[in-house]
């Protein structure tokens, strides 16, 4: 059975950090390109950051320099690092998985994080 498991989220003044995790099962992370999504109330899902098959990373500008995202084969799971949190990072954090070819696509969702930035 897949699943894609987010956890970590917590309620966090600005400039703190906090670690998110995504523990998979059912298959193998380093062969999917892992992605964090959020989506904050009354706005469009965004993505985060992502991290290839081959390891490299990609962030949204938002994030750039605040946020690494970084994998652990061994134990099939995919991290968020947030440093210097700000309201604006106030959301639900999600896991995606997603694999695809040229003629078929598979993806995978977690049920999601709360994230809350305040004071």
């Known amino acids: 059975q897949v699943q894609l498991v987010e956890s970590g989220g917590d309620l966090v003044q600005p400039g703190g950090s906090l670690r998110l995790s995504c523990a998979a099962s059912g298959f193998t992370v380093s062969t999917f390109a892992m992605s964090w999504y959020r989506q904050a109330p009354g706005k469009e899902r965004e993505l985060v950051a992502a991290i290839t098959s081959a390891g490299s990373s990609t962030y949204a500008d938002s994030v750039k320099g605040r946020f690494t995202i970084s994998r652990d084969n061994a134990k099939n799971t995919v991290y968020l690092q947030m440093n210097s949190l700000k309201p604006e990072d106030t959301a639900v954090y999600y896991c995606?998985?997603?694999?695809?070819?040229?003629?078929?696509?598979?993806?995978?969702w977690g049920q999601g994080t709360q994230v809350t930035v305040s004071s």
């Open positions: 995606n998985a997603d694999r695809r070819s040229a003629s078929w696509r598979t993806y995978y």
